[in-house]
């Protein structure tokens, strides 16, 4: 082992490229688009060292196009998710040994990589395998995945760093042990940095992982494993598996040597998931770690004293980027009857002028849903919508799956602030409208608390620092990231730690500290240095 008190690069975010008509990257990342498109590939399971290729294969396809196939992947047995355990825990071995610069040296690469060789193709996949546009995949597949390798390095040095005190006749010291056993990776399919920075976070503490990425999102992890691999990582610290979730889950919570899950998705999944282990949980070893971000019924709040112009777009962004397809996607909202008028009619010049289509076609604003499970979901929400009394569809409402999930940006309007898609998590690019009266700003804060039981996101926007004051106290159970006179989303690392309580998760705050904290398990080391002889002490006299 080396020896020296080590310092690591300075992390600092990475500037997001503005993708401007004739420059570089464009013309990078359109290349890299047309090369992947037209090709296909082939993604087995990564299990220690081994590439497997069960047999049993399914086609991956862009949601804008679904019948354009751009690969398959294979889908695992039981039998190799047993597999997957027991080499995790072999490597578990010599990686939970390595010294902490060699692991940190690993992720650091592959930050670099990502910023340089891989920046066009890693965004290109999520472009195609999820239907980002190429700013929604420059700040998430490059940018947010950067900087969480980057801070995460730097937090693993500060956890390191706190020692407790000492004297003379004593020393104290405290190591943080990665976790006995290995670690479960649950992914979604909406962020490409999540996807790798919730295997990876693990990892870099010296733990080992069986990665399960979403089904919708394999084509970009793929290219995530490749920039692991090209970075140095060992075989077997980050085994990834496709297939049946349930099979998964089940045959990975029934080991003993089950130690912590790290996941991002649906409430539903992850309460069954806490309730299995609760289970089992005379099976294991040690306390399992639970690490959960869930959903959110994220909403936007306008007092009157609000800009409209600013309110507009913190509802455009916030609720339509991506589809709406973000956990802090903006879904409900709240607007005084003063402002109203004049947020319709922004709203409305604004969605006319927004494209849709294909993210190929770099001046599309939106583009397709993610599957056609979840195109029909919402399109059942609006459709009821037009028949309630109490809901309106004001712009949009209108799609079509023959070609892409395609749906418009579509803004209910209701007169009852318990409507279903008030309360509902709906992951989609609908947004629903609650108009109030404007001496009742301080129920309705009221009313906002209560209304869901999420508590994710959320955004005030006011030029009154008193309404500003009273909002942030009164909401403060409601939103693990609250924003004042901004959209709700776009969490950057570093600077704004992520995660919600209530139905949101466990808010172990993705790009902190103390996220990185749950996956080690401290041990203090007292050393006395002249050792007593005589168990009486001084008051017991001679």
Same mark, same amino acid.
């Given at each position: 082992m080396l020896k020296g008190f080590f310092n690591v690069p300075k992390a600092v975010n990475e500037p997001v490229k503005a993708y401007a008509v004739g420059s570089k990257e464009r013309e990078a990342v359109a290349n890299a688009y047309k090369e992947m498109w037209n090709s296909k590939i082939e993604v087995p399971l990564y299990i220690g060292d081994q590439e497997i290729k069960t047999g049993n294969t399914r086609n991956m396809s862009a949601p804008h196009d679904h019948q354009h196939i751009v690969g398959t992947y294979h889908l695992a047995e039981k039998s190799h998710i047993t597999q997957a355990i027991d080499n995790a825990l072999e490597t578990r071995k010599k990686w939970a040994a390595i010294?902490?610069?060699?692991?940190a040296a690993i992720f650091l690469k592959a930050a670099e990589l990502i910023a340089g060789p891989y920046r066009a193709k890693i965004n290109a996949a999520t472009m195609i395998a999820q239907s980002k546009t190429i700013h929604q995949a420059e700040i998430d597949a490059a940018c947010e995945l950067i900087d969480f390798l980057r801070f995460n390095v730097e937090y693993m040095?500060?956890?390191y760093k706190e020692q407790p005190n000492s004297d003379s006749s004593t020393w104290n010291r405290l190591e943080h042990r990665p976790l006995e056993g290995f670690i479960y990776a649950i992914t979604p399919f909406n962020f490409t940095a999540i996807a790798a920075n919730l295997p990876a976070s693990a990892a870099m503490m010296g733990?080992?992982?069986?990665?399960?990425?979403?089904?919708?999102?394999?084509?970009?992890?793929?290219?995530?494993?490749?920039?692991?691999?090209?970075?140095?990582?060992?075989?077997?610290?980050?085994? $990834? $598996?496709?297939?049946?979730?349930?099979?998964?889950t089940d045959t990975i919570l029934a080991s003993p040597d089950f130690a912590?899950?790290?996941?991002?998705?649906?409430?539903? $999944?992850?309460?069954?998931?806490?309730?299995?282990?609760?289970?089992?949980?005379?099976t294991y070893k040690t306390y399992p770690r639970i690490v959960g971000e869930t959903g959110g019924k994220d909403f936007i709040i306008a007092h009157p004293s609000a800009n409209a112009k600013q309110v507009t777009t913190g509802i455009t962004r916030g609720a339509f980027e991506f589809q709406g397809q973000k956990c802090s996607a903006a879904s409900r909202v709240y607007i005084p009857q003063s402002l109203w008028p004049a947020v319709?009619?922004?709203?409305?010049?604004?969605?006319?002028?927004?494209?849709?289509?294909?993210?190929?076609?770099?001046?599309?604003?939106?583009?397709?849903?993610?599957?056609?499970?979840?195109?029909?979901?919402?399109?059942?929400?609006?459709?009821?919508?037009?028949?309630?009394?109490?809901?309106?569809v004001i712009f949009g409402g209108n799609y079509d799956k023959s070609k892409g999930y395609f749906i418009e940006p579509t803004v209910i309007l209701t007169t009852n602030p318990k409507y279903t898609t008030m309360e509902t998590e709906l992951f989609g690019p609908v947004v629903t409208i609650y108009v109030y009266e404007d001496a009742k700003w301080s129920e309705t804060l009221k009313l906002v608390d209560e209304t869901s039981e999420y508590a994710l996101t959320g955004a005030v926007f006011s030029t009154d620092r008193f309404a500003i004051e009273e909002a942030t106290v009164a909401l403060q159970n409601c939103a693990g990231n609250f924003y004042i006179n901004d959209k709700p989303t776009g969490a950057v690392v570093g600077c704004q730690p992520f995660g919600g309580a209530r139905?949101?998760?466990?808010?172990?705050?993705?790009?902190?500290?103390?996220?990185?904290?749950?996956? $080690?398990?401290?041990?203090?080391i007292k050393e006395t240095f002249v050792t007593q002889e005589d168990y009486r002490y001084p008051f017991l006299g001679n």
């Open positions: 010294s902490w610069e060699n692991r040095t500060q956890i733990n080992v992982v069986v990665w399960k990425p979403s089904d919708s999102q394999v084509f970009s992890a793929k290219v995530i494993i490749d920039i692991f691999k090209e970075a140095g990582l060992p075989n077997g610290v980050i085994n $990834v $598996v496709f297939g049946d979730a349930i099979m998964i912590g899950i790290h996941f991002t998705g649906s409430t539903h $999944v992850f309460k069954d998931i806490w309730a299995k282990i609760g289970n089992n949980i005379d319709k009619n922004q709203l409305e010049t604004d969605l006319k002028s927004m494209k849709m289509g294909s993210p190929e076609d770099m001046s599309n604003f939106i583009t397709a849903v993610i599957h056609e499970g979840s195109f029909d979901k919402l399109t059942s929400y609006i459709d009821q919508a037009k028949k309630d009394a109490d809901a309106e139905a949101s998760g466990t808010n172990d705050k993705a790009g902190s500290v103390l996220n990185l904290l749950r996956w $080690v398990s401290p041990r203090t």
